[in-house]
């Protein structure tokens, strides 16, 4: 039998050989002891405390797969890659993979290859999945993202309560629930729902004492942000609500010569993304400007800043992308930039995207209407999805269909796929029937037939650019050409370049009226009473920053953090602290004002200039010019 210290070198060696860290998080060793042991566990450990390493590590040193639910196709593709990197055999189930990619993954699971299996909670469900998994050997279930299963959680999938029927199949198996943003309530749900036996909870504490968190009423923000990068060469992420802020944002910083940014969403290729995302991770001074579609799952411990250009729409969201910042522990800046009109228009966004039940029950009608499918009816093809056509057949706003595709993607009812992708091309005739089409028909087809291989046979995913290099043809009449013979029934085609979306589910009118619109009207509510919650955050002068987050996730006897902007304002910075900032900025070389008040932004420029006074009067600090400060 492995002895106590053995089994703890044994640890510690996986550690080191797969993640290259030769010491364990806070809490994190316990966890992964009590998950070996066969206990039941829930973990609540904030962003930024490891919570994947603690179904992970085990998942290596049990027998059999772990099976991780998740409820982020986003996530459980870049966790799976970071794992394969690390040289650890990990897959996951979707519904964008074909039948055959599927049944690869399960053979390697039945085999004992594959450690970790995701899945989305839908999945349990799956008639095809339940028959697989019942030849797999498994060691654990780790349930990520617990607070999915609250109603009052911020992002409420009831696909959750699944867990719990199909842990019944297996009463011996081990559960461990991960969450990094649960309030008292949705905690004591989470054990609750998953019906965990006598389990071990780990409640880390969500003070983060390295982050100084900033909340700026501001109008000019891009100006704002520049000053903030504008001496800083240290790795930050900014948060912007769109991907055109994005976008813009960056082109206006690199417009002033600021050329360590990138923006980084949704609408960037995979490719693009993987790049962009490498990029930030190697360099010490990089700067990655982001829609939320960033940050989950990655792991870089030199953050040093995290900006939000806009609100988040939870306290939740807000503490999860701070937390990115200062892993390694050291001091780190959270800015938060805001206005009274942009808090506003924020409100009648919500009310812009929010269906009423009779919007609702129209949109998703049209939608099925577009594609000809009846009550009952499943296609088995994917289809390209036009929102705009959606939106003038329903008379609804774009806003309101994205949040009903969205919702009804999440409930695994579509797979819809809004990301660039390779286009896929199917061939409906056989070679030898080409011959009977118009000659330009007949060419064009050979023409494919000749540069794109296994078009015959199955089919085939291509970059309509590199194909259009290969045959010498302008891309838009290329794709003009595919679409005239797919409306005669030649070709299957899917722009990759446009949305696409496959029916997982018949049609249901009655379900989807009733179960479905209950369900989408509890998450709409839940939506507004956090944005609630975030406005009163945002705008309150009178209690500390950080104080107010402990607070709002139960911890109610936490003292003032005393380096929040409420707690800064309240003591007036002390003389000794201003004045000694001062100094160390002039030692480096001598400054404006301005620059000083750039550097150290966390200070109004007006007790700066206060303090420059006092400097210059005891003779410390000298102009060099009218404008100019250097020590004396």
Not at 32 to 37: A, G, H, Q, R, T
Not at 337 to 364: C, G, H, M, S
Not at 478 to 496: P, T
Not at 535 to 542: A, G, L, P
């Amino acid at each position: 039998m492995i002895s106590t210290s053995d089994f703890h070198e044994l640890k510690l060696k996986t550690l080191k050989h797969f993640w290259g860290h030769t010491t364990f998080r806070e809490q994190q060793e316990a966890i992964i002891d009590d998950v070996l042991s066969g206990h039941d566990v829930v973990a609540l450990l904030p962003t930024g405390g490891g919570k994947s390493l603690c179904y992970q590590l085990p998942a290596l040193l049990l027998q059999g797969t772990c099976l991780v639910i998740s409820p982020l196709l986003a996530l459980m593709r870049d966790q799976v890659t970071q794992l394969k990197a690390n040289g650890i055999e990990a897959e996951y189930l979707s519904s964008e993979l074909e039948d055959f990619q599927t049944e690869i993954i399960f053979s390697r699971c039945r085999d004992g290859l594959t450690r970790l299996l995701y899945v989305s909670p839908e999945r349990l469900n799956n008639p095809v999945f339940l028959d697989n998994i019942r030849d797999i050997e498994l060691s654990f279930i780790a349930v990520d993202e617990a607070h999915c299963i609250s109603e009052w959680g911020q992002d409420f999938r009831p696909s959750y309560q699944n867990i719990k029927a199909f842990r019944n199949e297996y009463p011996g198996l081990s559960c461990l629930a991960l969450t990094a943003t649960a309030t008292p309530k949705v905690l004591d749900e989470i054990t609750n729902r998953l019906e965990l036996r006598n389990p071990v909870i780990y409640q880390m504490s969500f003070k983060r004492g390295n982050i100084k968190v900033f909340t700026d009423q501001i109008a000019d923000k891009y100006q704002r942000i520049h000053d903030l990068l504008r001496y800083t060469k240290n790795a930050g992420i900014i948060y912007t609500r769109t991907r055109r802020e994005a976008e813009e944002l960056t082109r206006f910083l690199k417009s002033k010569n600021i050329t360590h940014v990138d923006y980084y969403h949704a609408g960037l290729t995979l490719k693009e993304k993987r790049q962009r995302q490498q990029h930030w991770l190697q360099f010490r001074d990089q700067v990655l400007i982001s829609t939320n579609a960033f940050g989950m799952g990655i792991d870089k411990e030199n953050v040093r800043f995290v900006i939000h250009y806009s609100c988040p729409a939870s306290l939740e969201n807000y503490y999860q992308e701070i937390g990115r910042a200062g892993r390694d522990g050291d001091e780190s800046y959270a800015f938060l930039l805001w206005n009274e009109q942009e808090l506003q228009a924020f409100d009648q966004l919500l009310k812009y995207q929010t269906p009423d039940k009779r919007e609702f029950n129209v949109i998703i009608t049209y939608l099925y209407s577009l594609f000809q499918i009846a009550d009952t009816d499943l296609p088995e093809k994917t289809l390209q999805l036009h929102i705009d056509t959606l939106r003038r057949l329903s008379k609804s706003s774009t806003g309101k269909i994205k949040n009903i595709l969205n919702f009804m993607h999440n409930q695994e009812l579509i797979y819809v796929n809004s990301h660039k992708s390779l286009s896929s091309l199917e061939l409906k005739l056989l070679p030898d029937e080409i011959d009977q089409l118009p000659k330009k028909d007949a060419y064009f087809l050979e023409l494919l037939l000749r540069n794109l291989a296994g078009i015959s046979a199955r089919k085939v995913m291509f970059s309509e650019v590199n194909l259009s290099t290969k045959i010498g043809v302008d891309v838009l009449l290329l794709k003009e050409r595919i679409r005239e013979l797919q409306a005669n029934g030649h070709l299957e085609y899917i722009d990759g370049a446009l949305s696409s979306i496959k029916f997982l589910q018949p049609r249901n009118d009655r379900v989807l009226s009733s179960k479905y619109w209950n369900l989408f009207y509890q998450i709409q509510r839940n939506k507004l009473q956090k944005w609630e919650e975030m406005k009163f955050y945002v705008r309150n002068r009178d209690h500390c920053k950080m104080r107010m987050i402990l607070s709002y996730f139960g911890e109610k006897n936490s003292k003032d953090c005393g380096q929040c902007v409420v707690c800064n304002s309240r003591k007036g910075h002390s003389a000794k602290s201003i004045t000694g900032e001062i100094e160390n900025v002039l030692s480096r070389n001598a400054c404006t004002a301005d620059e000083i008040a750039i550097q150290l932004n966390y200070y109004e420029k007006e007790k700066i200039l206060e303090h420059l006074i006092l400097l210059l009067d005891a003779g410390k600090v000298k102009m060099l010019n009218f404008r100019t400060y250097a020590l004396a």
